[in-house]
């Protein structure tokens, strides 16, 4: 069983299940948990590593168009070195104040490879669902596709220093909480593009008809020459953290022009089927 298919049943038995993040009194609660060698490509430093977890946590806040209040970590190492501890504090605590928020701490413990579970805490009265897109509506993306994958590359070809920097992305809370005002529907792009269209119309009963060309990130396009494989790697790779929603068409002008970060419309919501330039569009991504 992969995630997917335990994450489906798991929502037949907790309804609350299923979205980035639960909503409770106004309050939105998520958690994340990474693993040195599925999420940390060697190479990752601690302050990546430290940033990188509460973000992805971070993320799923903004994906319900809350505003970020706090984070926590459990931090598990087969060993504790204090400058690693100290420099995954600092980065973990400085994205939390990237996007407003603040790290509060968390838990230690052994643990035979280096692991991380995040959590991160919200405010969001009126969240963004990931189950209301309507046919007619623009479906958009924030930021660029492929940043993460430039960086694994980077990371593969030993240039470290600059694989560390993109790996540190910045959660679209800001983004998140402008696009709340009129998104129908919202979820970020962890694993991928073409995974988060076909999890996006699952929820919503939708399909989607989207349309070249799609805003790759510029540090993909100088890491890799093929324009197949750029082209692989922005749909399907994931671990990227944009946005990817949907909006009503009259009210898409605005919120390009008030979102903090470039929003690219990149289709339409359709009754069925998922399509990239008329062809089916394969729900691949990244899987756990």
Sequence with gaps: MDERSALTRITEEVPEAGDDAAVVDGLVL???????????????????????????????????????????????????????????????????????AEYVGGDLDGHEEFTVASTALGRAETPVWRSGATPGDAVCVTGTLGRSAAALRLFEAGEHERANELFRFEPRVAAGRQLATHATAMMDSSDGLARSLHQLAEASDCGFAV??????????????????????????????????????????????????????????????????????????????
């Design 30 to 100: 998520t958690t994340d948990m990474l693993h040195e060698s599925t999420d940390f490509p060697a190479g990752t430093t601690r302050y990546t590593a430290g940033w990188r977890a509460v973000a992805a946590s971070l993320s799923d806040v903004a994906a319900m168009g809350g505003e970020a209040v706090a984070t926590v970590a459990v931090y598990g190492a087969p060993a504790f070195d204090w400058d690693e501890l100290a420099a995954f504090v600092a980065g973990a605590t400085d994205v939390s104040a990237n996007v407003g």
């Design 211 to 288: 349309e070249s060309p799609l805003p790759v990130a510029p540090e993909l396009e100088a890491v890799v020459d093929d324009d197949d494989e750029q082209r692989e790697l922005s749909r399907f790779f994931g671990e990227d953290f944009e946005l990817v929603c949907t909006i009503p068409e009259q009210h898409l002008a605005e919120l390009r022009a008030a979102t903090t970060v470039s929003l690219t419309p990149i289709g339409t919501v359709t009754e069925e089927g998922i399509t990239l330039d008329g062809e089916p569009l394969p729900d691949r991504g990244y899987t756990h």
